[in-house]
């Protein structure tokens, strides 16, 4: 792929993709929507990609969401106008891989579309995480709906009627489970990287399939849920054995069929 916004490199089934706007605090425009669009489609028909770790070039900015100064192109017909977050969102692009998200500086409004849909991630102590949008007026609605899914709603609606107000440090966002570990600046890639090697060192069909089911089960009713997740488990493991031998500790081919 010719990328312009993002750096997209694939080692030993982890697939690493890198938002590369530092100059622009890693905010995202028209081109880089595309960009992650396309990658996210590469990410979820390449099965030789069990995982994927997003992180963001510079020091400053994970990313502050929209470029302010670009803007994003919106259909002049209200009622065809579509959520960049689409495009940008992993799991609106239907990607079953776990995402490690490894998060620096500031993380802003349109970041919780990657944040909001990341399985696992970690921050450097200098992280901080708000949502701007009130304080220009605008209603905060999509960026905060995805994020109640994921820590108390009384954090969300502080955070959102705040604005500019205040900032959710690192320390926060690990005491409300957005974060699940605080590491050094000059640590973060490499430990996130660490992280996504032990999930791709595991069978991708039972990683995959345990994502899917975990938040699927977000849009459904506590049976259901549990319904539907017994059927993924048969899927993914139709024939009642299982793919590593705990005894041996040996594995078995993984690659998927």
């Avoid at 849909?117 to 949502?131: K, M, N, P």
């Avoid at 459904?220 to 793919?243: D, E, F, H, K, V």
Wanted: hydrophobic share 40%; aromatic share 8%.
């Amino acid at each position: 792929m010719d990328l312009t916004t993002l750096i997209y490199e694939v080692s030993d089934h982890v697939a690493t993709i890198t938002i590369n706007r530092p100059d622009a605090l890693n905010s995202f425009n028209d081109t880089m929507c595309d960009e992650f669009s396309a990658v996210w489609k590469t990410v979820r028909e390449d099965d030789d990609v069990h995982v994927v770790v997003l992180r963001a070039a510079g020091d400053r900015a994970f990313s502050t969401g929209v470029d302010v100064r670009q803007g994003i192109f919106q259909h002049p017909n209200l009622w065809s106008q579509d959520d960049p977050g689409e495009k940008l969102s992993p799991k609106l692009n239907r990607v079953w891989k776990p995402v490690v998200a490894c998060v620096q500086g500031m993380a802003a409004g349109g970041a919780f579309y990657w944040l909001n849909e990341s399985d696992i991630i970690i921050c450097t102590e200098d992280a901080t995480f708000f949502d701007p949008h009130v304080t220009y007026g605008m209603t905060a609605a999509l960026e905060p709906i995805g994020l109640s899914r994921r820590i108390p709603l009384s954090d969300v609606l502080r955070m959102t009627l705040l604005g500019l107000d205040e900032r959710m440090s690192a320390a926060r966002a690990l005491q409300v489970g957005l974060v699940t570990e605080i590491v050094d600046q000059e640590r973060l890639w490499t430990r996130g990287d660490e992280i996504a090697r032990a999930i791709a060192a595991k069978p991708p069909a039972a990683i995959q399939g345990s994502v899917r089911a975990i938040w699927e089960s977000l849009d459904t009713g506590r049976t259901q849920a549990l319904r539907t997740g017994l059927s993924y488990t048969q899927i993914g493991n139709p024939i009642g054995m299982a793919q590593v031998d705990r005894a041996t500790a040996t594995k078995p081919d993984w690659t998927l069929r």
